[in-house]
């Protein structure tokens, strides 16, 4: 039995009618923009100005002299471009010294964030043990109280143990936080519990198991936890105040508040704080835009060998 080939040309023209028709109209109502979402646009952009304002006029200010920053403070292009508030910061403070430092303790801090707050989200999230529902609810009351109203606790536990004004003290202390293990938790719950089954069956230990299989699948976490571990780190003030009293070791934040309060010379010396200022922020923007992208990747995960 044998199609017709009359009626299979026609079929073949109405298909090819029909496609070439059909999506016709889908072009029509996707080819314009709506009044809704020019609007919205139009929010976002205006939003993003008023946000990125001050970061630009914080760049010019640092490149101005100072009657050109006294006269436009607003102005987002010097009348006369100069370097010298940048040549006077390291010339004239202890601004690499308060880079190595600040340095020294976000490097040290970050690392363990990464390894301690995945090994204590770990625990939560896998090991039963007896006050598992006791140890979670206080880490959240931790993540409850101000970092403000443990200052002084934290003051005179440092000055008990000996540890005060070190980097000693200034680093152990912000080995990790409660944010980040809660973060890691979260994420380990999500990771179906029948590979690391697999991989007790190979005899595998918990650790092992933990460190071969389960936080290679866990790098988008991480590496949410070492921005926010890096940008903490590097911009925490409060507890470097109450930890060290000792010029050697002052933070780039402690330092640039000092700037701020007029160490250097008298006047409103903006372009000096703002070129500090400008300086501090690089080394954050360097990590997130280096990390960015890993934590958008969620395809990577634990391959047996």
């Known amino acids: 039995m044998t199609a017709d080939p009359v009626s299979g040309n026609a079929g073949d023209l109405v298909a090819a009618e029909l496609s070439t028709r059909a999506p016709q109209p889908r072009r029509s109502r996707e080819g314009g923009i709506g009044t809704g979402t020019l609007v919205t646009y139009g929010i976002l952009i205006l939003v993003a100005l008023v946000y990125i304002f001050p970061f630009l006029v914080q760049v010019a200010t640092s490149f101005k002299t100072e009657p ?10 010097p009348e006369t471009w100069s370097s010298a508030a940048y040549g006077r910061l390291f010339q004239n403070s202890d601004f690499p010294l308060w880079i190595r430092n600040s340095l020294i303790v976000t490097l040290a801090d970050t690392a363990g964030r990464v390894f301690f707050n995945s090994l204590a989200g770990y625990a939560l999230a896998r090991l039963e043990f007896r006050g598992l529902g006791l140890v979670f609810s206080l880490l959240v009351g931790v993540m409850a109280v101000p970092g403000v109203v443990l200052l002084i606790p934290k003051f005179l536990v440092l000055n008990t143990l000996g540890i005060y004004d070190s980097y000693v003290g200034m680093i152990v202390p912000l080995l990790a936080d409660a944010a980040g293990v809660f973060i890691m938790k979260n994420f380990f719950e999500s990771i179906p519990k029948s590979v690391e089954e697999q991989a007790k069956i190979d005899g595998a230990s918990t650790f092992r198991t933990f460190w071969s299989i389960v936080l290679p699948m ?8 070492v921005i926010l571990s890096f940008q903490g780190s590097w911009n925490e003030m409060n507890h470097f105040i109450v930890s060290t009293q000792s010029p050697e070791l002052t933070t780039l934040t402690k ?36 990390f960015q992208r890993r934590i958008m990747n969620t395809s990577s995960g634990a391959v047996k060998g």
């Open 68 to 77: 050109d920053a006294a006269a436009n403070p607003l102005s987002l292009i």
């Open 218 to 225: 866990a790098t988008p976490a991480l590496m949410t936890i």
């Open 255 to 290: 330092g640039v508040a000092q700037l701020a309060s007029g160490q250097l010379s008298q006047g409103t010396q903006y372009p000096l704080k703002l070129a500090a200022a400008a300086l501090m922020t690089v080394p954050v923007a360097i990590v997130f835009f280096a």
